[in-house]
């Protein structure tokens, strides 16, 4: 606990957001139980599914009290009991059998920032099935559970009473709260309350002798109440007096985006949406084991701890700043209803290729009617647009079954196809909209609009992002290839640094020209040094340039693309349109090449030919129609070296 509380956190604020968190977990359980079991909502207040914030500044209490499903005694000891209760031990255990960091997302650490703020809680909670309890904790590691005689009955859920620390005293002020609250906790689903102080007037009756007094002892020195003092010695009836009372003041927007109009939401909005579904999932206690001994600490603001062999880093990841690139929010009608928001992120996770073929977490989020339901579930999207982010809500997946019927139920496919064609359709736009992409010179004409500026190089930056996305959807998506390749961008012989895309280069093709030509290698400037390229770039052939290694893997899926067939041009079978010598020399150098193919041993070597391919360089070593190429051979020779 020290170690915490002592830590390298300098974030405070956000113990507030935990404890919201936790209280809208726990009202989707009860809101997700009472879809099959109305019974068990119960009946007045209690059923009123909201967060309550209320301060006590005289005690300094903050309480936090949601009437969501709350905790048994058995859930208290279980879920908040100490500290090696809970994910600690359970992770030291994981980490010893897999040692593998990446699993400290999974243990719900993130009750125990309130000691960041706090040094005594009470978490008062009644659950349906249980009578009402006190967990109670200093930060000191122990934790006593009494049943509840003292405090009022909760009905059901659970309330939250911080004692906050002397250093702590700015949670105690409204204002900040209802900052933290806007900041953190905006598209939280259910609504959210402060007991919140207002001035009003009140009038109450002037008493002459005294308003007199009052005047001299300037008690209440405001200019205004002085003017109506003014008037209150003509007509000494009455007077206005400032008086403080409570009421729930509402803080967040309750009504979910991705329900609204696209057409009125701002781009603002969508930009702070984004970043609450990016915050979701970042890791706030950090653990190293070393040397037997296990440590543990706050990670600084937006920080993720990595770790490559035994060195651990840390990550920054600065949510608070990240504008999603772009987003597609749409409702689908017809036999599977849904609305939906997808996002591009600004960049790629660093992992997010590394452990491509190891994980299966998508990013989206499914709701079903409002209700939430999962963030892990992985039959939404392909694998290959695992870096969207996003929220999908149905109308018709069924609530009452459990997630693997869901899995398989039908409607599931639909939304599966429509969200790749909107996602497609989403990142083709970004390419279509920046100015940078088109090379068209007639659009000279075209209004420049005050966001070009803004669209400029977003494609660009996309590709470098996520590039191997789209050619590893190619791979593995035979039904949305086309549309895939349409989004290929590269570098060729003619494309000028600049990256070029299929159609580019089919409007570049010369006439006569059938085949789209390529090249493999590992870089471009080792490319146009080829001997391969001598001929093609002399005739004035586009040649492009695929340098990583997925490329490779890529072309063997990638056969055609708008009726054109694509050549490999260090592959044996590249015809260059009719070249009448072709034959002549063919047949006048018949002996050499029948010499030279039998003094080389048949295994190493297909067959000697006469090339048209070159104008430098006097021979070249070609591979065969359907062998590796050279590129692949170094590809394969580094895999498994
Ligand atoms: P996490 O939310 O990641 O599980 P926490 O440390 O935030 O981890 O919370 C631990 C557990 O305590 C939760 O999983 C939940 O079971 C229980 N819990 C915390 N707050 C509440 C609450 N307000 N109502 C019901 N259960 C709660
Ligand atoms: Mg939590």
Not at 313 to 331: A, G, N, R
Request: hydrophobic fraction near 35%; glycine fraction near 4%; proline fraction near 3%.
């Amino acid at each position: 606990m020290d170690i915490i509380i002592n830590s390298l956190y300098s974030n405070k604020d956000i113990f507030l957001r935990e404890l919201i968190s936790n209280a809208s977990d726990a009202l989707d359980k009860i809101r997700f139980l009472s879809l099959t079991d109305k019974e068990i909502l119960g009946e007045g207040d209690n059923a009123k599914l909201d967060i309550q914030i209320k301060l006590d500044k005289e005690k300094k209490i903050l309480s936090i009290r949601d009437r969501g499903i709350g905790m048994t005694k058995e859930d208290l000891i279980k879920n908040l009991g100490t500290i090696a209760k809970s994910g600690t031990s359970a992770f030291v255990e994981k980490m010893q059998t897999s040692g593998d960091l990446n699993l400290i997302g999974q243990f719900g650490v993130g009750f125990y920032s309130v000691y960041l703020v706090a040094d005594y809680v009470e978490v008062i909670s009644k659950h349906n099935d249980d009578k009402q309890y006190v967990w109670e904790s200093k930060a000191d590691g122990a934790f006593a559970i009494s049943e509840d005689v003292w405090n009022e009955p909760l009905g059901r859920g659970t309330e939250i009473r911080l004692h906050l620390r002397e250093e702590a005293g700015e949670y105690l002020e409204e204002a900040k709260l209802k900052e933290l609250v806007k900041r953190y906790s905006e598209f939280i689903n259910f609504p959210i309350y402060l007991w919140a102080s207002k001035e009003v007037d009140v009038e109450v009756p002037a008493d002459e002798d005294e308003s007199s007094d009052e005047e001299e002892t300037s008690d209440s020195s405001s200019s205004e109440e002085e003017v109506e003092d003014e008037d209150a010695e003509k007509k000494p009836k009455s007077k206005t007096v400032k008086e403080t009372t409570y009421e729930w003041e509402l803080l967040n927007d309750v009504k979910a985006i991705w329900l609204r109009n696209p057409k009125e939401v701002t781009e603002e909005e969508y930009t702070k949406f984004y970043q609450s579904l990016a915050k979701a999932n970042f890791k706030s206690l950090g653990f190293i084991a070393f040397q037997n001994t296990l440590l543990f600490f706050w990670l600084p603001k937006y920080h993720s701890l990595h770790r490559l062999d035994n060195i651990f880093y840390l990550v920054q990841q600065d949510f608070s700043e990240e504008k999603p690139l772009s987003w597609s929010h749409f409702t689908a009608e017809g036999d599977v209803e849904f609305k939906a928001v997808l996002f591009v992120p600004p960049k790629a996770p660093h992992d997010l290729y590394e452990s491509y073929y190891n994980t299966k977490k998508s990013n989206l989020k499914l709701y079903v009617r409002r209700v939430f339901i999962s963030d892990e579930f992985d039959e939404l999207l392909p694998k290959y647009l695992n870096f969207l982010k996003g929220l999908v809500d149905s109308d018709t997946l069924p609530l009452n079954v459990s997630r693997e019927m869901l899995q398989q139920h039908s409607s599931l496919k639909t939304i599966k196809k429509k969200l790749i064609r909107k996602a497609l359709d989403m990142i083709r736009k970004i390419a279509e909209e920046d100015p940078d992409e088109s090379n068209d010179k007639d659009k000279k004409d075209v209004e420049k609009s005050s966001d070009d500026d803004e669209k400029k190089g977003q494609y660009a930056k996309f590709w470098n992002e996520f590039g191997k996305s789209i050619k590893l959807g190619i791979i593995e998506d035979a039904s949305n290839r086309n549309r895939l390749a349409k989004l290929l961008r590269f570098e060729s012989t003619k494309s000028g640094g600049k990256l070029a895309s299929l159609d580019q280069y089919i409007s570049r093709m010369k006439p006569g020209q059938k085949d789209i030509f390529y090249i493999t290698g590992s870089s471009k400037e080792q490319l146009e040094k080829s001997p391969f390229l001598e001929r093609l770039t002399k005739k004035n052939y586009e040649v492009i340039f695929f340098t990583d290694p997925v490329d490779e893997y890529l072309m063997q899926y990638l056969m055609d693309y708008e009726d054109k067939k694509f050549q490999n041009v260090s592959k044996e079978g590249l015809k260059l349109g009719k070249d009448s010598k072709y034959k002549d020399l063919k047949e006048s150098f018949k002996d050499l090449t029948k010499w030279w193919k039998s003094a080389l041993a048949s295994e190493n070597v297909d067959d000697v030919k006469i090339s048209v391919l070159l104008s430098d360089t006097p021979c070249v070593v070609v591979t065969s129609k359907y062998g590796w190429s050279a590129n692949m051979e170094r590809i394969m020779q580094s895999q498994t070296l």
